[in-house]
């Protein structure tokens, strides 16, 4: 099956900075690929997301690239802000949805 | 649109009995649910794969006898843990994804705290 590896575990930054985090696939087939947003206790939050046959997609603060010859995708988050904070899972889907391990994201005021 | 329910949103059972969690869509038709365990400060892990009309799909490792899914209609999927045990506390959560939306959309229930005593 697919395994989806995210990091780092933890963010810390400060507030207007950009922050990144790393996913990695190992299914070649997987095509869909979406971030999504949970903070504690809720339903996690789809806040952007990517298919295979594009490279880089932009929502405002938020993009997301995907290099499917490394098998690997990323976040990006510029200007943050504290109610960025939460924590954050990519996954990578074919038909099956698989997650990465999540990401805390603390933004510092 | 595309909401997804999940009732009871939290529930405590003593060890040893069943408790059922209902997954429904409410404005769309859903052939294929998701149901995903989470366990505190992890990731979501997908247990099963649920098809309107036929047996589930359970993810390796995840026991199909005590993680018992019903899948009765377009906008209903059932999880029963049967014999409930303390390691069985965890949240459970569904997803659903429409026949009409793309096949790439799933959409999230708010999710079950399931406590065993």
């Known amino acids: 099956g697919e395994n989806v590896e995210q990091h780092p575990s933890t963010l810390s930054v400060q507030e207007g900075d950009s922050a990144v985090i790393k996913c990695t696939y190992s299914?070649?087939?997987?095509?869909?690929f979406p971030w999504y947003k949970q903070e504690l206790g809720k339903r996690p939050q789809l806040i952007i997301d990517i298919r295979s046959n594009v490279g880089e997609k932009k929502d405002q603060r938020i993009a997301v690239t995907l290099n499917k010859t490394a098998k690997h995708f990323s976040l990006h988050i510029t200007e943050t802000q504290p109610e960025d904070s939460a924590v954050y899972f990519c996954a990578a889907s074919l038909n099956k949805f698989y997650f990465g391990s999540g990401t805390k994201l603390n933004v510092k005021p | 649109g595309a909401v997804v329910s999940q009732h009871p949103s939290w529930v405590i059972c003593k060890s040893g009995t069943s408790v059922k969690i209902e997954c429904r869509s409410l404005?769309?038709?859903?052939?294929?649910m998701f149901w995903y365990r989470q366990f505190p400060k992890q990731s979501l892990m997908l247990m099963a794969t649920s098809n309107e009309g036929s047996k589930a799909t359970y993810e390796q490792g995840v026991e199909k006898d005590k993680f018992l899914i019903n899948h009765a209609s377009l906008t209903l999927s059932t999880l029963t843990v049967t014999s409930a045990h303390p390691e069985d506390s965890s949240f459970y959560i569904c997803?659903?994804?429409?026949?009409?939306?793309?096949?790439?959309?799933?959409?999230f229930g708010p999710g079950t705290r399931l406590t065993v005593t």
């Open positions: 997803s659903a994804r429409s026949t009409d939306g793309a096949d790439y959309e799933q959409y």
């Open positions: 299914d070649s087939a997987s095509n869909y």
């Open positions: 404005d769309f038709q859903a052939t294929t």
